[in-house]
Antibody
Framework: EVQLVESGGDLVQPGRSLRLSCTAS????????MTWVRQAPGKGLEWVAF??????????EYAASVKGRFTISRDDSKSIAYLQMNSLETEDTAVYYC??????????????WGQGTLVTVSS | DIQMTQSPSSLSASVGDRVTITCRAS??????LAWFQQKPGEAPKSLIH???SLQSGVPSKFIGSGSGTEFTLTISSLQPEDSATYYC?????????FGQGTMVEIK
């Protein structure tokens, strides 16, 4: 069974940094892309960042709202995807979800989701 | 960026009703469209990708269709457990973008 468990969410002050982790099990982590999606309180879903598997170069994509501040990475030996968040802003307050992102042969799509971890940015 | 617009924003229907949600893309996305279900306090769940391909384990009462710029998600016979917010998302271009959501309630 695919399991994704996010951790690292916390209350932080604006301008500070935080690193989220997504620990995966139940599948071959190294074969999958991984995506972070966030949801501000009472709002809809917002795509944040994506990392391809190493066979596709582990290349990354970012939303404009986080580019230059957030970095997605992966450690295939530990089956963990990370989201390093720097220069946090109050607008980054949200539940952050990781998703397994599967390549169908012609496109990537979200498969399984974690339960989410809450990041609150406030002074 | 590709804008995704869902309609209606919310709907109320009876058990057994056939319910349809529409999602429109601001440009042609072929069949690169996914649907998600989110119940209150829970993580989203993937329902459909590629406009009509059902995710493993998702009941066949969820039917996705469409291509180009207009797509629909149909729930063939609404049940109490289908009460949730449904989101569409284009998976053609980066950044991936979601619709604003459609809240489905049971009368």
């Amino acid at each position: 069974e695919v399991q994704l468990v996010e951790s690292g969410g916390d209350l932080v002050q604006p301008g500070r940094s935080l690193r989220l982790s997504c620990t995966a099990s139940g599948f071959t982590f190294g074969d999958s892309g991984m995506t972070w999606v966030r949801q501000a309180p009472g709002k809809g879903l917002e795509w944040v960042a994506f990392i391809r598997s190493k066979i596709y170069g582990a290349t990354t994509e970012y939303a404009a709202s986080v580019k230059g501040r957030f970095t997605i990475s992966r450690d295939d030996s530990k089956s963990i995807a990370y989201l390093q968040m720097n220069s946090l802003e109050t607008e980054d307050t949200a539940v952050y979800y990781c998703t397994r992102t599967v390549y169908s042969g012609s496109y990537y799509y979200f498969d399984s989701w974690g339960q989410g971890t809450l990041v609150t940015v406030s002074s | 960026d590709i804008q995704m617009t869902q309609s209606p924003s919310s709907l109320s229907a009876s058990v057994g009703d056939r319910v349809t949600i529409t999602c429109r893309a601001s440009q042609d996305i072929s069949n690169y469209l996914a649907w998600f279900q989110q119940k209150p306090g829970e993580a989203p769940k993937s329902l459909i990708h590629g406009a009509s391909s059902l995710q493993s384990g998702v009941p066949s009462k969820f039917i996705g269709s469409g291509s180009g710029t207009e797509f629909t998600l149909t729930i063939s016979s609404l049940q109490p457990e289908d009460s949730a917010t449904y989101y569409c998302q284009q998976h053609k271009n980066y950044p991936r973008t979601f619709g604003q959501g459609t809240m489905v309630e049971i009368k």
